[in-house]
């Protein structure tokens, strides 16, 4: 096992899971900063950490249970479809619309972790499956990448891990990234396997071409989207001359 | 003379502010001073189904206020009245928006703000301006 450690195939996929696990991460760090602001000051500390601690054993859970489905025939392949859409949606840009939802804020300690955890449950599929496919079923590969991505996503949560969706240029390598999983998973469907039978190639050859679809979907859909969203007006106020100085 | 100085908290960002209440005195009349701070939009509708808007505002206006209070300030020890407000979007097409709706006169602003690697990804916010903003852009070194 330990051999493993050493091996540069071992940290290129730890590094794939990093990735996938911090693009895919974005809006779930943005709930655990937002979630905790109405809690008295001295239980923030406290929500935050539970319900970080709450969501990284549900993922981990999640994410084990995604690579035991995986090993099923035929799920591969729809695990990859899915894949190659998750890739193609990262590229896209967001809805960003500024409408009132009819959420109420949650000022009880167990209030603002449930939303946490329950948060993280429903925005963590697309992370789950691409994490579990980019570790090609190793427990250790994958327990490894958990373990490292999982704590800087709680604990860089300024927001600021949203923004590294704004780059466009890792947006696009994170959609080719996914797209490239997406073919090793698709070459590793128990279904193609005679297919694949004496042609080597095709098992570096589908995940390129996989990554270079998601790019060209993406970019193609991401061109007919591209609208102007207008800035929305959030505060206005006025300092206005002294009066002292008018007298 | 509507003078519009787009203020994101840093260093450079108040060299522009230090620039105005210097020119001031320039000026055949006391310019209207607009102090505009943009918060990245980063609340998208994942985010939305969990907190609402109320929260998120909430945030943006407690970071904005914050990035805007040095130059506040600056304004407020020289005695000089401004208007200050706070829009969520992107940076540069908030500022060129904020801009033409109220038919500013000039655009001053430091020539680098939060830059660093965010800049050299992104395209710089003061590159954007120059290109989308329909007033003249004074950058302040």
């Given at each position: ?20 696990d911090?693009?895919?991460?974005g809006?779930?760090a ?5 979630a905790?602001?109405n ?6 500390k ?13 993922r981990?859970v ?9 090993s ?6 729809v695990g ?17 619309a500024h ?8 000022a ?11 948060a993280?449950?429903v ?26 991505s999982i ?5 860089s949560?300024q927001l600021?891990l949203?923004?590294?969706?704004r ?7 994170g ?19 005679a297919?694949l ?6 098992h ?14 993406g970019?193609w ?10 800035a929305?007006d ?14 | ?6 203020v ?21 009349e ?10 990245w ?25 914050a ?5 506040r300030?600056?304004l407020?020890?020289d005695?000089?009245?401004?208007q ?8 540069a097409?908030a500022i060129?928006?904020?801009a ?12 680098q703000?939060?830059g660093?690697?965010?800049?050299i ?13 329909s ?5 302040i070194?």
């Amino acid at each position: 096992m330990l051999e493993m450690l050493s091996t540069s195939q071992f940290w290129f996929d730890v590094s794939k899971i990093i990735v996938i696990d911090l693009l895919l991460s974005g809006d779930n760090a943005v709930v655990i900063a937002l979630a905790c602001r109405n809690l008295p000051e001295a239980q923030r500390k406290k929500g935050i950490m539970y319900g970080v601690g709450g969501a990284i054993g549900l993922r981990i859970v999640l994410t084990f249970f995604a690579v035991s489905l995986l090993s099923l025939p035929y799920l591969k392949l729809v695990g990859a479809l899915l894949l190659l859409w998750i890739g193609i949606k990262l590229i896209l840009p967001e809805d960003e619309a500024h409408g009132e939802g009819n959420i109420r804020a949650e000022a009880h300690l167990w209030g603002a972790i449930k939303t946490i955890i329950i948060a993280d449950f429903v925005m963590s599929l697309d992370n789950v499956l691409g994490v579990a496919a980019a570790a090609h079923g190793s427990v250790l590969l994958l327990v490894f990448g958990l373990l490292v991505s999982i704590p800087m996503i709680a604990w860089s949560s300024q927001l600021v891990l949203k923004l590294i969706d704004r780059f466009a240029f890792i947006i696009y390598a994170g959609g080719a990234l996914l797209g490239y999983v997406a073919g090793e998973m698709l070459v590793g469907e128990a279904l193609f396997k005679a297919l694949l039978e004496g042609q080597p190639y095709l098992h570096w050859l589908v995940p390129v071409m996989c990554a270079m679809f998601v790019l060209a979907m993406g970019w193609w859909l991401a061109m007919r989207k591209a609208s102007i969203v207008r800035a929305v007006d959030l505060v206005d106020g006025r300092v206005p001359a002294k009066l002292d100085a008018e007298l | 003379m509507k003078i519009l100085i787009p203020v994101d908290g840093s260093p450079n960002s108040l060299r522009a502010i230090e620039h105005v209440i210097q020119s001031v005195a320039e000026l055949k009349e006391p310019p209207q001073l607009m102090l505009l701070n943009v918060q990245w939009n980063v609340a998208g509708a994942n985010v939305k189904m969990f907190i609402n808007q109320q929260t998120i505002d909430d945030y943006y206006r407690e970071q904005g206020m914050a990035a805007l209070k040095s130059a506040r300030d600056m304004l407020d020890s020289d005695g000089l009245p401004y208007q200050y407000h706070i829009s969520v979007g992107t940076p540069a097409e908030a500022i060129a928006q904020y801009a033409s709706e109220q038919e500013v006169d000039r655009i001053v602003m430091g020539r680098q703000g939060q830059g660093g690697m965010q800049s050299i990804l992104l395209g710089s916010v003061v590159n954007k301006v120059l290109h989308q903003a329909s007033a003249p852009v004074l950058l302040i070194k």
